[in-house]
């Protein structure tokens, strides 16, 4: 992966010159991630990253007993809404973005990691910081080693790994009982928090019903490999999904 960036990046023009060569290199990189399940390395040079990171070091903790400081610690960022990390006091224009629905994915730190008001006008970071894609994968590959949890990496959201396993029209159909899956959902929110939380292990609250029934489907066929979520999905029936597709799909925050 690495390997590919590096060796098509020297070819291109350089930094001064860059868009083109750069932004395809990264649109490579990227497309390549998408299309084969890799560890966080993939993403990016870390051990770069974690020099790169001496500029947010003034304003952002990370790892163990990081705490808040002028921002937010950076642990668990990938999948978390913006804004939430619970005893910050962010920004209006912060809370509005999150309230919105903005989560930390690797294409939106991209951006705010560009220029931050960009994405979040108003905000208070008033660092202006990497465009370079290459600085940027690098970054997010060393802030991605402070995630517990594989789900995480971005080519494990819902969005990316879902929706392409084959689910039968038939059982996409079936309608849900959400009582029936409240009364199911105590075996998951013993891992899966209620609410919609960064805790590491995913949340799966809010989602979209079908979205909800083809990753569990795709949990049952082993189309995608997490021995606890095999077993526990390979136990439940076609109704059982739909039920918690249904309570979870409408559980308040
Ligand atoms: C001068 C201080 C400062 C620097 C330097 C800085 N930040 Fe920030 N950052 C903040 C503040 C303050 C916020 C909260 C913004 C708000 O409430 O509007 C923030 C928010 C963030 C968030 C959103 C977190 C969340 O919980 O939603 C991310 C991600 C982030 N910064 C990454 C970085 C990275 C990566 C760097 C280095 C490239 C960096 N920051 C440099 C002050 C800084
Ligand atoms: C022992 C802990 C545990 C239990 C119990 C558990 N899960 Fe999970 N679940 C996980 C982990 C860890 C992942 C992330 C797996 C991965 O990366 O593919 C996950 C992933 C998921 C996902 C996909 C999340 C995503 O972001 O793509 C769904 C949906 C899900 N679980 C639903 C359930 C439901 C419904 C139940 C109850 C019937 C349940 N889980 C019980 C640990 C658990």
């Keep these: 992966m690495r390997a590919v960036i590096r060796s098509i990046a020297p070819a291109l023009p350089s930094r001064g010159g860059k868009f083109l060569g750069e932004k395809f290199a990264f649109a490579l990189a990227f497309f390549v991630l998408l299309a084969m399940p890799g560890t966080a390395d993939d993403l990016g040079d870390g051990k770069r990253g974690a020099a790169l990171f001496a500029k947010c070091k003034g304003c ?40 919105k629905g903005l989560e930390w994915h690797a294409d939106t730190l991209g951006t705010f990691i560009a220029n931050p008001r960009s994405l979040v006008p108003g905000t208070r970071m008033s660092f202006r910081g990497y465009d370079d894609p290459i600085d940027q994968a690098d970054l997010l590959a060393y802030l991605r080693t402070f995630s517990v949890s594989p789900a995480d990496i971005p080519e494990a959201d819902p969005t990316a790994r879902g929706i392409d396993h084959d689910v039968d029209p038939a059982i996409l159909a079936i309608a849900g009982d959400p009582e029936y899956g409240a009364y199911l959902s105590s075996e998951c929110t013993t891992c899966h928090q209620a609410e919609d939380s960064d ?27 997490h021995p606890v979520m095999n077993m526990i999905a390979g136990r439940l029936g076609d109704e059982e999904i739909a039920a918690l597709a249904a309570y979870f799909a409408t559980l308040e925050h």
């Design 199 to 225: 805790a590491g292990i995913p949340s799966i609250v809010l989602w979209p019903e079908e979205v909800f029934v083809i990753a569990m489907h795709a949990y049952k066929d082993n189309a995608r490999a």
């Design 60 to 99: 952002h903790q990370v790892g163990k007993g990081a705490e808040n400081g002028v921002g937010p610690h950076l642990n668990e960022l990938f999948g978390r809404r913006a804004g939430s990390v619970a005893g910050f006091k962010y920004s209006k224009a912060f809370q509005r973005a999150g309230s």
